[in-house]
Structure formats: C-alpha cells, structure tokens
C-alpha cells in the first residue's frame, strides 16, 4: 500500500495537470506527486486536438487571469521548447479587418494587446497586408509578431518524462479513470477503475470532466461544462500555396469565439477553422455522436438555455457551417478570396469545454477554486495551452499557500 501513497494527487493528464504536476515538483522535488489519466495516452483531449497556437496574449481582458498567464505562460514556454529541442516556430500572425464596419473592434483589440504587454503589435495597411500574406484582402490588419506554432502534445510529452526521470517516486499512470473519493481526516482515498491511490492532497485539471469530478470530490459549484465541437477543413497541396502562416478575422464582440482562420502546423499543412457546435456528447469527435446523459445533464442547466437564447444566429449560423462546406468556404473567402472548393478537404475535429455560469453567460477567464484540501480547475480554456507553465506556477503557489506544503 505504500506504493499507492502520495503527496498529491493530480486528476487529468491534460497539458495544465502535467505542467501543475512538473511546477510543483521543481518547487517541492522531495514530494511524490502521481498524476492519473483515464484514456491511453497522455493529452488526448483538448490538449490533443487544438491548432497548436503559441497565443500571443492579444484578446483578453487586462488584468484578467487569462491575460498575464498567457503572456507570461507564452515566453517561458518558448524558452522551455528552446531549451528543451520541442519544435516550435515563432512566425507571426496578422488579424484582418475586411469592412470598416470592423475597424473600432480592431482598435478594441490593439489595446488590449498593448495592455497586455504583447511584444510588437502593430497596425498593417492593406498593402503590408499583401506583403505577409500575398493572397489576402483586408483593408487593414493587426501584425503580431510574437504569436507561433507547436506541437501541444509534444510539450506534455515532455512535462512527463522529466516529471518521472526527474524526481523519485513521482509518475503519470494512464487508463486509470477516476470513479470515487474516500475523505479521511487527514488524506483522501481516490478510487480509479484499477485501483485505489491515497495523496494528503488532490488537484483536479479535468477538462472536459472538471465540473463532475469537482462535484464527486464534494465541491459544491455552481457552473457547468458544455461541450463545443469544432470542424476543421485542411488546405490541399493547391491550397496551401495560398498562406504563409496564420490568419486571424477581427473577432465579433457579440460572439463568444474567435471565428473561423487559417493556422499553418509545426508538422506541416494548414487547417482552416473551427466552427463551434453545441455536441450531444462531451467527448463526441463525429457529426453523429450521442450520449444520453450528457445531452440531459447539458439540457437540464437553465444556463444552457439561457446561452443559446442569448446567441442564437450565431448557433444557427455555426451549425450550417458544419453541414455545409459551402458555407464554410464563404466564411474562409472573407479572408483568400481565391480559395476554391478543392482547396479545402476535410480535417479532424477537437471538442472545447465551455463553462457556463447559470445565467447563461460563458465564463471568460480562467476559474480556480479550493475545496478543503482540495484545488479544482474548473474552467481553462484556450489560451491555457500557451499559459501552461504559468497555470502551474500559480497552482504551486496556491498548493504552497493552501496545502501548507514546505
């Protein structure tokens, strides 16, 4: 039984509970930590299935939780694939504003970028549009330089060889879902479909299931998690002659997304999109997908409701967008004009985890809260990739305040 005793415990072998995990232990190298992950692989999920962005910190609110991790979280990630040969390109992006009726939100998100820190921004007339991207129109842009592209699989990767080769006693165990909680005085028994584990201290980073496993350990929260999933087209050979890098629209304000862009991959080709599509199971990758109990646990929050009755053009429209390539094709020419048909064949998908608060409204930064001696992410949506590394810092920070850890 020894064997099964730890520190802490961390729910979720996505790319914030790896990065909590290795941050913890550089602070605290004396401390078993074990991270369990139910699926077969380590970043399976949203980890996995993302454009690979390294954000540049452009469109967060200032001061919000999202806006410092995501710059802080961006440099030292780049300084962490340096260091450790993980391959990355700091390429730059331009955001393209194609009628005026965009230019005040462009503006908007300028100085959000300035407040933010974001190294470099710039205004771009249409001509230097042209210049960086050849086959785009816009009448002008955002430049930005300081946003790339990585592998965020490759990056957990690495989190977890050196989380086991680096401090004794220390390990990620896969297919091992977590099923129940046991609370004692001073531990907590946490029960998985291969057995049981003990740690003085749980964190919980479990994505997709955040707001269940949060609630199985005995957290009393009022949010829910709503899965959205998003479609992507890949460019063809013919195609990708038409981009250089990446290629962002100027954001609706009235929506909770980014909308539709073009992002080349640091292992080749480009995607085009995504849409965001209600799904009817959280983690349904195809069209078709369904779960009872995921459609009745989302259709039973009032705030699901309440979102969808605030947004509803923008689901009808992100709806025919995944059944009509037509559509989606007009939504990618406000950018390449010249795209055609058989430039665009079809991708893979990613499912995010939307937090809802009961009102209906989507929660935009980044929520952390503690339960005893427990932590749970609740919400950490993109950027929390890029920000990894400083999501885990303010989790050792908060383990060390919370956890009296020493």
């Not at 001696?373 to 050792?396: E, F, K, R, Y």
């Amino acid at each position: 039984m020894e064997n099964n005793r730890f520190d802490i415990i961390i729910i979720g072998g996505g790319i914030v509970g790896l990065a909590s995990a290795y941050k913890i232990n550089l602070k605290y190298p004396n401390k078993k930590i074990l991270v369990l992950e139910k699926e077969n692989k380590i970043a399976f999920h949203q980890t996995g299935h993302n454009s690979g962005v390294i954000h540049s910190g452009l469109y967060y609110k200032p001061g919000s939780y999202k806006a410092k991790t995501c710059v802080d979280g961006r440099r030292e990630l780049v300084a962490f694939a340096k260091e450790h040969h993980i391959p990355h390109d700091i390429c730059g992006k331009i955001v393209v504003a194609t009628e005026k009726s965009e230019l005040e939100q462009m503006n908007r998100v300028l100085n959000n970028g300035l407040a933010n820190g974001v190294e470099g921004i710039e205004k771009i007339n249409a001509q230097q549009i042209k210049d960086i991207e050849p086959y785009c129109e816009g009448i002008e842009g955002l430049w930005v330089p300081c946003t790339g592209i990585i592998d965020y699989t490759d990056v957990s990767r690495k989190y977890v060889e050196l989380i086991q080769s680096k401090f004794e006693g220390s390990k990620v165990l896969l297919e091992h879902e977590v099923i129940g909680f046991e609370k004692h005085q001073f531990y907590t028994d946490v029960i998985t479909t291969k057995g049981k584990y003990s740690g003085s201290y749980i964190i919980t980073c479990a994505g997709l299931q955040s707001d269940r496993i949060a609630k199985k350990e005995g957290a009393k929260i009022e949010t829910a998690i709503v899965g959205f999933r998003g479609d992507y087209y890949d460019l063809s050979d013919k195609g990708m002659s038409k981009l250089r890098n990446l290629i962002y629209p100027i954001p609706n304000s009235k929506y909770p997304f980014l909308g539709v862009h073009f992002t080349r991959m640091i292992h080749g080709g480009v995607e085009c999109g995504p849409n965001a599509v209600f799904v009817f199971k959280r983690e349904g990758y195809n069209r078709t997908d369904f779960s009872m109990k995921d459609t009745a646990e989302a259709l039973s929050f009032g705030g699901t409701w309440k979102f969808f009755a605030k947004n509803i053009q923008f689901a009808l429209d992100e709806y025919h967008g995944a059944f009509s390539k037509t559509f989606f094709l007009k939504r990618l020419r406000k950018l390449i004009p010249t795209l055609e048909m058989d430039d665009l064949k079809p991708g893979r998908t990613g499912v995010r985890a939307m937090a809802l608060a009961p009102e209906g409204n989507m929660i935009d930064d980044f929520k952390i809260e503690i339960n005893g001696n427990a932590i749970h992410v609740l919400n950490a949506p993109s950027p929390a990739a890029t920000a990894s590394l400083a999501i885990g810092n303010a989790i050792q920070e908060m383990a060390t305040e919370h956890f009296n850890l020493n």
